[in-house]
């Protein structure tokens, strides 16, 4: 399914993809961690250098080692505004904001190949990982975006050892909401959270547990779920 980009600065934009012939791609510790680097560190066109070492340093709990300084350049720089994902064995969900133009597109592009060109090095395999170029579809309302991140919150819920239990899930950024905010600046989390007067997290946590947040059929043609 070819979609018409049309994206504009300022919008959001809900962007997956899935991986070659369902299969997994996101199966070991190690895999899950390098696309949750990519995730949080390709919003700018900043580089790395020893990413393996980085990333098998890094914790779920404390982040990646890299100096504050570094993070302050992505969130000065960067040509996206990460709002949420969730990363399944199979297939991502993200929903960003395009900060400059062209920006979801070299996101999009730096997260898919860098991880391609990782996942074939370390499986000694050849070729495309994920099924042709991300999908991407623009947010219309804030309605649309509150719902939005409550389903790509809750596709956790599909994996049968996470259902019912959605907000621990560590490769997803509800626990981001409803706890601590684990990468500080690289996860623009306000423009959700702030509609959530008093116990802001509580509420959140509840909106996605209650949540019938369901995505038009045509946007999840094809997708594993």
């Keep these: 399914m070819t979609r018409a980009r049309n994206i504009a600065i300022g919008e959001y934009y809900h962007v997956y993809n899935r991986a070659t012939n369902k299969r997994g791609v996101f199966t070991e510790k190690e895999d899950r961690m390098r696309f949750l680097f990519l995730i949080l560190y390709a919003q700018s066109p900043l ?24 993070q302050e350049k992505i969130t000065r720089n960067r040509f996206v505004e990460l709002v949420a994902f969730s990363l399944m064995p199979n297939h991502f969900h993200l929903l960003v904001k395009e900060k400059d133009e062209g920006g979801v597109s070299k996101y999009a592009q730096r997260l898919q190949l860098g991880y391609t060109k990782y996942f074939n090095e370390r499986y000694s395999s050849s070729g495309h990982v994920f099924q042709g170029r991300y999908q991407s579809v623009r947010v219309r309302d804030n309605r649309q975006l509150m719902y939005l991140s409550a389903y790509i919150h809750r596709n956790p819920r599909e994996l049968k050892e996470w259902r019912e239990r959605e907000e621990a899930y560590p490769y ?7 706890d601590k905010n684990r990468w500080g600046g690289l996860l623009a989390t306000d423009i959700i959270a702030s509609q959530f007067e008093g116990t802001a997290k509580s509420n959140y946590r509840d909106f996605v547990r209650t949540s019938t947040a369901k995505i038009l059929t045509d946007e999840l043609e094809g997708l594993s779920l």
């Design 172 to 178: 997803s950024s509800l626990q981001d909401y409803v």
């Design 47 to 70: 580089t790395f250098l020893h990413i393996t070492r980085i990333v098998r340093a890094g914790s779920l709990a404390e982040g990646f080692p890299l100096e504050f300084e570094v």
